[in-house]
């Protein structure tokens, strides 16, 4: 099956500068890369995801990129501000023909800490 | 509001007692997921269906997990004889099947004493 690495556990940043969280896969079949953000007490929620058949999508402050041929994706946010504080999860699947996610497999996550 | 909605959200058991937990997905989405989550790590996917179907187990799930969806809309997760292990916050999540994304219910935390 899937295995998922992320890092750092922990990323502590001044306000205002970039945040950069870095993931592995393992499974060449994997095509869906999705981020979610939780905050304390709450529920995950996706906050920009990529497909294979691209290598880059923006959002805002908030950036992905995919290496597939190096198995590895990026979460990158810029002129980061305090309620961007959160545990950002990656993760990644095969997607089918069907197009729904089954079985995300996610990594254990990076507390992202924004220092005033 | 018509997000995930699961019941109860916190549920203190007895080592050995049986525990049940219930989730509604968003009315429209033909998906429907349990995942686990301990502290510090993030969610452990534990199955999935696909309208009253189930589509995918991890062997996470033991033989005391069992999980149902009979009429393809909301589901039950049971877990059997519980153990201190079983200790989580148990995520329900839903999607459409048109798009990927997840939408998860705010858990139902479980302690098992």
């Known amino acids: 099956g899937e295995n998922v690495e992320q890092h750092p556990s922990t990323l502590s940043v001044q306000e205002g500068d970039s945040a950069v969280i870095k993931c592995t896969y393992s499974?060449?079949?994997?095509?869906?890369f999705p981020w979610y953000k939780q905050e304390l007490g709450k529920r995950p929620q996706l906050i920009i995801d990529i497909r294979s058949n691209v290598g880059e999508k923006k959002d805002q402050r908030i950036a992905v990129t995919l290496n597939k041929t190096a198995k590895h994706f990026s979460l990158h946010i810029t002129e980061t501000q305090p309620e961007d504080s959160a545990v950002y999860f990656c993760?990644?699947?095969?997607?089918?023909?069907?197009?729904?996610?089954?079985?995300?497999?996610f990594g254990k996550g990076t507390h992202l800490i924004i220092q005033p | 509001d018509t997000g995930v909605s699961q019941d109860p959200r916190h549920k203190i058991t007895k080592r050995g007692q049986n525990v049940t937990f219930r989730c509604d997905p968003i009315s429209e989405h033909n998906r429907l997921y349990w995942y686990r989550q301990t502290l510090g790590q993030g969610p452990e996917f534990l199955t999935y269906?696909?309208?009253?179907?189930?589509?995918?187990k991890s062997r996470l799930l033991s033989d005391r997990f069992s999980a149902e969806r009979p009429k393809g809309s909301f589901s039950t997760l049971e877990i059997q004889r519980t153990e201190q292990g079983d200790s989580a916050m148990y995520l329900c999540a839903s999607s459409s099947g048109t798009t990927p994304n997840l939408h998860f219910g705010p858990g139902t935390r479980l302690t098992v004493t």
């Open positions: 269906f696909q309208n009253e179907a189930q589509l995918e």
């Open positions: 993760a990644a699947r095969a997607l089918y023909s069907g197009g729904g996610a089954d079985g995300l497999t």
């Open positions: 499974d060449s079949a994997s095509n869906y």
